[in-house]
């Protein structure tokens, strides 16, 4: 903390230096209080009262891959009817008494999770946290809204087919989970999944995931805990129930060598790179050495990736690389949108990135920078009341130890140089990457064929 | 060093500020948070794309990537470099009017954020050369193509500004500019527009989080003190005088590789500056902000013409500033319906009632206070209101001109901005 002077002060200056000043600020863990409801829901919250606001989260485990693909897009359709009328409220109803209490709402479902959130004033918050409970145990789910609210998913998933980005994500997820798991799917559903889906399955979906068993409210900000205990439990009271299961068990194809995959987009701009595979899940117990060697990867500006593709070619924009971790194995992705012209060459430097780190160490200095980037943000992931909530969620949603925030950054930096090099070889073998291109098919698919690995041409529909 | 103190109440937050000026005319706002652990470093600089001259369009911008690589005493990414090694996060944007340049750091940090950001304002020259400018040039190119080429409808900004402003207008052009005139720029333009703009005078840097005041401006007295102040700021290219209406409804209809028919309608507005400007933010989100609003209700649930609905108000300062509302029809949806059904709500604002202005109220207040949790983001609209009004205390006032607004400013606005006399219309339909 900068509470006493800089010894730079009254110095002269030397710019040639980089200045070094005091030390780090201890940040304050979130260490949250946690109780159960007479309903069944656990409750973690994190008093704040800097600010007289509050953000509340219901976590519920499921999500997408709890649903077959058959019902693709039923969790975030669900999702999206619960506040289309609940508690005897119509839609427009319930957005007016949210919108005059200044609350921002909304409810989402993702890969693995569905969530309710709110965020609002504290003096606001037991009127906002009643629209929440009507939410959650009453939504109408009335087939006239449905219908409206498919529609509307139809297009949208009719328009995102056109947006290079999204139609590069869907593809890829479906060639690495397969056409048979959940997230082989697009979160939105297909327009066929769409059709399917009757308001039967919606009711149904929502009677057995949203259950007082499973959720566990987050809650950060202004509001004590007995305040808060109160609250919940009037709004709650007599909700029960359970569910046990909260995913669809589905194999995984093979990575069969790596192979280019092309969808073709006449006379597209840019091409959309994507090269990726099925890597870790959540809970590996090698979990820090991958941060850190997706941080030298492409996890930050300074990573390989964006440093040749970008600072040193300037092939692309912006160059990147994510492990989305989930409780099973989630996917690894590295990703550029790049000129026509230099796309076979951004395979070929994404590959030779991926190789170097399987078969070189990396430079101690590199593995530190790497390391010290993600250890100090740590203050930053925990700046606004929906960044603590978002923490807490992940150590709910992930069952992390309660002393998991605590320990991080010990973790983080007793990774070394062989971990890195062994997450590298476990999960990025150049040999088994899906690479997936998505642009103007004339002008690049014979420099890709000159890239001596196997090109197959993708047609939407399988996509 | 002339400084004054703000005190202005609000009733649900008040961000504390000083305002200092160094000789050399920088002016330096400090905002304290015992409570956060990292600090934001924000540099407004009084330059954007309205400041280009013809034949450099998207210079302003290209100009903000070359900051990055490297100033005299810095390397070619050390800027980002030092900073991701010390735990933060950086990055920069250009606007019509300004560019601004972000860190937030750990707080202990700051003297680092110092460094750089002064190292740049005072000697990027020496670090210039034709290598960084060409691959910067090719890094801007590829952003144009990811963000406006290669998407649906990405053209619409510039084809908005084009019919809303006079071709001898500064706003007439957009941000990004063309890919001729990229191309065009030289290592002289870079020198020239550095040594016009990007100087002491026409910036202002704001820190805001972890930080004791005293020891802060002694920090960036130190840092950038002996950078010399700078000329005047030349006058706008071009005219930026212009009639406070368009005159007519002007037209763009565009067949394009686009799946879904949409119908964008933009009004030319009075700017920031002008006493409407908070009525006109109101009836932005009447209409388009929340569930509650009314194209949403009307476009979109009860004539169901309407798969989604938008409606901005862009916050200029030049003659003029601009109001736009779109709407993305189904397939077959009649982009001439889509207009019609914007224009109905758009005159419709002459019947708002007291409800819905207080209803858009309060979520614009919420926002308001959700943006000001972060240090950066405190830090960036002290930087905004000093720079743009010379007020940083506009920060703890600007919601309380908006909770004065009235349904009756609201009908004025309606009728006076968004008649036939002044629209431009804006129509995608798909070309298959």
Not at chain 1, 129 to 135: E, P, T
Request: charged residues 25%; negative net charge; aromatic residues 6%.
């Amino acid at each position: 903390m900068s509470q006493t002077p800089s010894p730079l002060s009254g110095r002269p200056l030397d710019r040639t230096y980089v200045p070094t000043t005091g030390v780090p600020a201890r940040l304050v863990l979130p260490e949250p209080d946690c109780f159960t409801l007479s309903c069944g829901a656990a409750v973690r919250l994190l008093e704040r009262h800097d600010l007289p606001v509050v953000a509340v989260e219901a976590l519920l485990p499921g999500g997408a891959g709890a649903t077959p693909v058959a019902h693709a897009g039923l969790a975030t359709l669900t999702a999206d009817m619960l506040d289309e009328g609940a508690g005897g409220r119509s839609a427009l109803a319930l957005a007016r008494t949210l919108d005059g209490l200044g609350a921002g709402f909304d409810s989402v479902a993702g890969y693995e999770d569905s969530r309710v959130r709110l965020w609002v004033l504290s003096p606001r918050l037991p009127e906002a946290l009643s629209v929440m409970a009507d939410v959650l145990m009453r939504p109408t789910l009335a087939s006239d809204e449905l219908d409206r609210v498919r529609c509307e998913r139809m297009d949208t998933v009719l328009q995102l087919r056109d947006e290079p980005g999204s139609l590069a994500a869907d593809a890829l997820a479906s060639l690495l989970y397969g056409p048979g798991h959940p997230w082989g799917q697009s979160l939105l559903g297909t327009r066929a999944s769409l059709g399917g889906i009757t308001r039967d399955d919606v009711v149904r979906y929502h009677a057995e995931r949203y259950q007082p068993g499973n959720i566990t409210f987050v809650v950060a900000g202004d509001v004590t805990e007995a305040v808060l205990r109160e609250l919940l439990e009037e709004r709650f009271a007599g909700w029960e129930g359970r569910t046990e299961s909260s995913g669809i068990e589905c194999a995984v194809p093979e990575p069969d060598g790596t192979v280019v995959h092309v969808l073709d987009r006449p006379r597209a701009a840019q091409s959309e790179v994507r090269v990726g595979r099925i890597s870790a899940s959540r809970c590996t117990p090698d979990y820090f050495s991958v941060v850190a060697l997706n941080t030298i990867l492409g996890g930050a500006f300074t990573s390989r990736l964006n440093a040749r593709l970008r600072e040193e070619k300037g092939f692309t924009y912006g160059a990147h690389s994510t492990f989305h971790m989930r409780r099973s194995p989630g996917p690894f992705i590295a990703r550029a949108a790049v000129h026509t012209p230099v796309t076979d060459q951004t395979v070929r430097v994404i590959l030779e990135e991926l190789t170097r780190l399987v078969e070189e160490p990396v430079p101690e200095g590199e593995l530190e920078r790497a390391k010290r980037y993600v250890a100090l943000r740590l203050p930053q992931a925990f700046e606004a009341l929906g960044d603590l909530v978002t923490r807490i969620a992940e150590q709910v949603l992930y069952g992390l130890p309660e002393d998991y925030w605590a320990t991080y950054v010990p973790q983080l930096l007793a990774v070394d140089r062989q971990e890195v090099r062994a997450a590298a070889q476990r999960y990025l073998d150049p040999q088994s990457m899906t690479v997936l291109v998505v642009g103007d098919r004339a002008a690049i698919e014979e420099r890709l064929r000159g890239l001596e690995i196997p090109v197959r041409l993708l047609t939407e529909e399988a996509a | 060093m002339s400084n004054a103190a703000g005190d202005g109440p609000h009733p649900m937050l008040r961000v504390p500020w000083e305002l200092h000026e160094l000789p050399n005319g920088l002016r330096v706002v400090l905002s304290s948070d015992a409570s956060a652990g990292v600090v934001g470093v924000n540099l407004w600089y009084g330059v954007g794309s309205r400041n280009e001259r013809p034949g450099r369009t998207g210079f302003a911008h290209l100009f903000e990537h070359m900051m990055f690589q490297g100033s005299a005493n810095i390397p070619k990414n050390g800027h980002f470099e030092l900073v991701e090694r010390a735990g933060g996060s950086l990055n920069a944007t250009t606007w019509f009017d300004r560019t601004n340049y972000y860190q937030s750091l750990p707080s202990h940090q700051l003297e680092l954020a110092l460094w750089l950001e002064s190292d740049r304002m005072g000697w990027l020259v020496p670090a210039l050369t034709q290598e960084t400018l060409d691959n910067q040039r090719e890094v801007v190119k590829n952003e144009k193509r990811q963000r406006y080429d290669n998407q649906p409808y990405g053209d619409w900004d510039e084809r908005l500004h084009a019919m809303v402003f006079p071709p001898e207008h500064p706003y007439h052009h957009a941000v990004i500019g063309s890919m001729e005139d990229l191309d065009a720029a030289t290592i002289d333009d870079v020198v020239e527009f550095f040594r016009t703009y990007y100087v002491p005078s026409n910036a202002v840097l704001s820190i805001a989080g972890n930080l004791v005041a005293e020891h802060a401006l002694d920090a960036a007295a130190r840092w950038f003190g002996e950078i010399p102040r700078g000329g005047p700021i030349p006058p706008l290219p071009g005219c930026p005088e212009l009639p406070p209406r368009i005159g007519e409804t002007v037209r763009d209809e565009v067949r394009a590789r686009v799946p879904l028919p949409r119908t964008l309608i933009a009004c030319r507005i009075p700017t920031i500056h002008d006493p409407q400007f908070h009525a006109i933010e109101v009836a932005g989100a009447v209409l388009g902000t929340g569930r509650g609003a009314r194209l949403y209700r009307a476009l979109v649930r009860q004539r169901r013409l309407a798969k989604d609905v938008v409606a901005y108000v862009y916050p200029l300062t030049t003659g003029a500033s601009m109001l736009v509302v779109w709407a993305t029809g189904y397939p077959g949806t009649d982009c001439t319906e889509l207009e019609a059904a914007l224009v109905q709500q758009l005159e419709g604002l002459t019947s708002v009632t007291d409800r819905e202005v207080e209803r858009a109220i309060a979520l614009t207040d919420t926002r308001f206070v959700r943006l000001l949790e972060q240090v950066s983001e405190r830090a960036d609209m002290l930087s905004m209101f000093t720079l743009m009004f010379d007020d940083p205390d506009r920060v703890n006032r600007e919601m309380d001109y908006i909770r004065r607004v009235t349904a009756t400013d609201l009908r004025t606005v309606a009728q006076e901005w968004l008649g036939p006399d002044n629209r431009a219309v804006l129509a995608y339909t798909p070309d298959s």
